[in-house]
């Protein structure tokens, strides 16, 4: 306890909520009343109504709601195995390899993500891949962007690892395959899965690559939103930023259900 | 559990050879399919990106589309806006969140473990959304001129400054604190308090014990949090776009209207490795002070 006097606690607790409460409780609470309002002319929203709601569930938005699930669960599923085989075969590297290995990696999270997009953009738009203006160059930039976070956090579980579970199994004949597979994969389950659902929050909120390479038929959510404010819908945008924001917690609140039932095992 | 076996791990592939004439692919092999799908989709198009900045389109290598790029005047105001609203962003950053995790780690409260989960969650939500939220409480319509308005009965509130760079540092700081406070809030549930007591009984009082013993402690944690912070400002692409404004335009913004809006290829090119080669840039700088930083701190505290 640094704090002694009475006082001086809650000099301390005031002075956090007052910064705390404007500025990240706030954004949120505006967000979600914004959305059920058509109006905001004095300190409160006003006129309330669900019509944003059912536009934001009906037609074009739909699409782009279930663009966005269907990108994020390709590029999740594909950062999770690109990211995770890297882990455990850097782990088997000599060291100055491994830091190599470690460092292409990480180097998309440097790269801005604008940069990202203008590169799959100029890579793709020719012979031999021609992926341009396809649903595939989105997946695909998303799974670049997030690699990085899968292996992260799996390189970061294998060192947590105890390694007396696979030298026992080595050591009674198991090939290493069989290790991975019956061994080392179940342990690292409680990880993958929380790689998984960082992957899959990232990618539902990507917008920087995205702008940069949808096509016509492939329009993720964050991109609706984007055009739905700078036309002036702002409200409009704020009930289609709580379903983005709704379907993110319901995926992550599942695979965290799946990792408790993991970890318990 | 000293046992020799157990303190020196076999090395790769011993016990299958014990075992037999199997034969164990060498490990840099399994590295290899990631490596080169790493290589196909990121590597190679940064080639191409660096390549196209370099030749013009009648063919041959060139500094030329640079030596253009360069004098423009929207370069420059980019340039300088990223640069000083990345490390604005990033100083208010390091400020704002020491100050929340030291009272969360300090001097807790109900409640404060839910709040470091609630930050967690605030790191899954795109930025964009801050500068949107931002819109309803300071914008023309929103609660502040709102307020304004009501109780003054004025045409117009005060509060003007979310169009402008005030408006993007603001949602930057907002966004990117939890970054800082992360790393911190981990490090200070490291901090020995029988050393924090020992300190405050013999009479050392609260700034004292927090510069003498927990703030070298906490020092690699707080570098950490600023320099990632300090990258993801300077490559911060979505609350520049949501912000809207025509003064304000970094580099990932000029790389996108460029490419998008002006078709412009190789220009977009330039400016992306200039962005590129600036956050690079920075970040090693910002590393070497640090280091220099601690250095300074273990000398001083020895």
Same mark, same amino acid.
């Given at each position: 306890?640094?704090v ?10 005031t002075?956090f909520?007052?910064?705390?409460l404007?500025l990240?409780a706030?954004?949120?609470?505006v967000?979600?009343?914004a959305?059920f ?16 709601y059912r ?7 739909l699409?782009a ?6 990108t994020a669960?390709?590029a ?5 195995v690109?990211?995770?085989w890297a882990?455990?075969a850097?782990?088997?590297l000599p060291r ?5 290995v470690d460092?292409?990696?990480?180097l998309?999270?440097?790269?801005p ?5 203008l590169?799959l953009l100029?890579?793709?738009s020719?012979?031999?891949?021609l ?10 930039a ?6 990085a976070f899968a ?5 970061a ?6 390694p ?13 395959l069989y290790v991975l597979?019956?061994?080392?994969l179940?342990l690292?389950?409680p990880s ?5 659902g960082?992957c ?8 920087s ?5 949808y096509p016509p038929?492939?329009?993720p ?20 930023a709580v379903?983005m924001?709704?379907?993110?917690l ?5 695979v965290?259900r799946i990792?408790?039932r993991a970890?318990?095992? | ?5 157990r303190?020196a791990p076999?090395? $790769?592939g ?5 075992t037999? %004439? ?6 840099w092999?399994?590295a290899? %399919? ?17 390549r196209?900045?370099l030749s013009?389109d009648g ?7 640079y030596?253009?790029? =360069? ?11 990223t640069?000083?609203?990345a490390? $604005? ?5 390091l400020?704002l969140?020491s100050?929340?995790a030291l ?11 839910a709040?470091?989960?609630?930050i967690? &969650? ?27 308005t ?17 408006g993007v540092?603001?949602?930057e ?7 800082v406070?992360r ?6 549930s490291?901090?020995?308090t ?5 300190a405050s009984s ?8 927090l510069r003498q013993?927990?703030l070298?402690e906490v020092?690699p944690? =707080? ?5 990632l912070?300090? &990258? ?5 692409f ?7 404004a025509k ?18 290829? %190789?220009?977009?090119?330039?400016v ?7 956050s690079?840039?920075l970040?090693t700088?910002y ?6 930083a $601690?250095?300074?701190?273990?000398r001083?505290g020895?």
């Amino acid at each position: 306890m640094l704090v002694h006097s009475r006082a001086g606690r809650w000099t301390a607790w005031t002075v956090f909520f007052v910064l705390f409460l404007p500025l990240f409780a706030l954004p949120f609470l505006v967000v979600l009343a914004a959305s059920f309002a058509t109006h905001w002319s004095g300190a409160l929203p006003s006129v309330p109504t669900l019509a944003h709601y059912r536009e934001a569930l009906h037609g074009d938005s739909l699409h782009a709601l279930t663009t966005s699930l269907l990108t994020a669960t390709g590029a999740s599923v594909s950062a999770l195995v690109l990211g995770g085989w890297a882990a455990l075969a850097a782990e088997r590297l000599p060291r100055r390899l491994r830091r190599v290995v470690d460092a292409l990696f990480m180097l998309p999270l440097a790269v801005p993500s604008v940069v990202v997009g203008l590169c799959l953009l100029v890579a793709f738009s020719q012979p031999p891949f021609l992926l341009n203006g396809t649903a595939w160059i989105v997946v695909l930039a998303h799974t670049v962007l997030v690699t990085a976070f899968a292996h992260q956090s799996v390189g970061a579980a294998l060192t947590r690892l105890d390694p007396a579970y696979e030298q026992s199994a080595a050591s009674l004949g198991a090939r290493p395959l069989y290790v991975l597979w019956r061994i080392r994969l179940p342990l690292l389950l409680p990880s993958l899965t929380a790689a998984a659902g960082l992957c899959f929050a990232l990618s539902m909120g990507e917008l920087s690559a995205t702008v940069m390479l949808y096509p016509p038929g492939w329009v993720p959510l964050p991109v609706r939103i984007y055009s739905a404010t700078s036309r002036g819908s702002l409200f409009e945008g704020a009930a289609l930023a709580v379903v983005m924001m709704a379907a993110t917690l319901a995926v992550l609140l599942g695979v965290s259900r799946i990792r408790n039932r993991a970890a318990h095992r | 559990m000293a046992s020799p076996e157990r303190a020196a791990p076999l090395p $790769a592939g011993t016990a299958a050879r014990r075992t037999g %004439p199997r034969r164990v692919l060498p490990g840099w092999l399994w590295a290899l %399919p990631p490596v080169g799908a790493l290589g196909l989709v990121f590597l190679h198009p940064l080639v191409l990106v660096v390549r196209q900045s370099l030749s013009p389109d009648g063919g041959g290598h060139s500094f030329a589309a640079y030596a253009q790029v =360069l004098q423009q005047v929207p370069f420059r105001d980019a340039l300088w806006n990223t640069v000083w609203i990345a490390v $604005a962003s990033t100083a208010g950053c390091l400020v704002l969140g020491s100050v929340l995790a030291l009272v969360i780690a300090f001097v807790p409260f109900p409640g404060g473990r839910a709040l470091s989960r609630f930050i967690d &969650v605030f790191l899954a939500f795109p930025s964009f959304l801050i500068t949107l939220a931002l819109l309803f409480v300071y914008g023309t319509v929103g609660m502040a001129n709102g307020l304004w308005t009501d109780a003054t009965g004025a045409a117009d509130g005060p509060f003007t400054f979310l169009r402008t760079p005030w408006g993007v540092l603001l949602a930057e700081i907002t966004y990117f604190t939890p970054f800082v406070m992360r790393p911190l809030l981990a490090a200070l549930s490291q901090v020995d308090t029988a050393q924090l007591e020992v300190a405050s009984s013999l009479g050392a009082r609260a700034p004292r014990i927090l510069r003498q013993i927990v703030l070298p402690e906490v020092l690699p944690a =707080l570098g950490a949090g600023g320099s990632l912070v300090l &990258v993801l400002c300077l490559n911060e692409f979505g609350i520049v776009l949501f912000t809207d404004a025509k003064g304000v335009t970094t580099l990932p913004m000029l790389v996108y209207s460029k490419a998008i809006l002006d078709g412009d290829y %190789p220009g977009a090119c330039v400016v992306a490795v200039v962005s590129v080669a600036l956050s690079v840039t920075l970040y090693t700088l910002y590393r070497a002070v640090l280091a220099r930083a $601690a250095g300074g701190a273990r000398r001083a505290g020895a």
